[in-house]
């Protein structure tokens, strides 16, 4: 069964840090290119960042420079590591599977000002 369980959100001061991470099991990691999507409150889904099998990174220009994926193949994990956090990268942060598009369920991140 397709399984994308994340972790590390909380609650941290603006201009800390956080690591995400995603657990990947029941689907082809190795070969796969994966996500991080955001969803603020009242807002619509926002795409964050993506690596592909390769480790090519790409990222929103808002958090260019703040915050790194990365991905651990010999884990099956992908990770998101948010530096100089502000208060508008709130959100609940999602990782995805891009072939099969396959979610998580999330996990809340909060930035106090």
């Known amino acids: 069964q397709e399984q994308l369980v994340e972790s590390g959100g909380g609650l941290v001061q603006a201009g800390g840090s956080l690591t995400l991470s995603c657990a990947v099991s029941g689907i082809s990691f190795s070969f796969n290119t994966m996500g991080w999507d955001r969803q603020a409150p009242g807002k619509p889904r926002e795409w964050v960042a993506t690596?592909?099998?390769?480790?090519?990174?790409k990222y929103l220009e808002s958090v260019k420079g703040r915050f790194t994926i990365s991905r651990d193949n010999a884990k099956n994990t992908v990770y998101l590591q948010m530096n100089s956090l502000k208060p508008e990268d709130t959100a609940v942060y999602y990782c995805?599977?891009?072939?099969?598009?396959?979610w998580g369920q999330g996990t809340q991140v909060t930035v106090s000002s």
């Open positions: 690596i592909t099998s390769g480790g090519t990174t």
């Open positions: 995805h599977s891009y072939w099969p598009n396959y």
